[in-house]
């Protein structure tokens, strides 16, 4: 369930910054699949890629955390 609200915040983010999933993908260094697993919350996203992933979207942490999660 988390994963699922992280991947759909990331992925909006995403959207909102122009970025195709491929796009990102590339930019960030890891394989679209990985990326599409992230977001469509089969995989959990480790603290170093949400941090890598803030930094690429230009936004805090804070910002790119769901509100349900602490």
Not at 11 to 33: C, D, I, N, P, W
Request: glycine share 10%; charged share 35%; proline share 4%.
């Amino acid at each position: 369930m988390e994963a699922e609200k992280w991947g759909r915040r990331i992925r909006a983010f995403r959207k909102l910054k122009g970025y195709t999933q491929e796009g990102f993908a590339k930019e960030m260094g890891v394989s679209v699949s990985l990326l599409g697993e992230v977001e469509r919350g089969s995989r959990k996203p480790t603290d170093g890629f949400l941090v890598e992933v803030a930094e690429m979207l230009d936004v805090s942490l804070d910002e790119l955390r769901p509100p349900e999660v602490k």
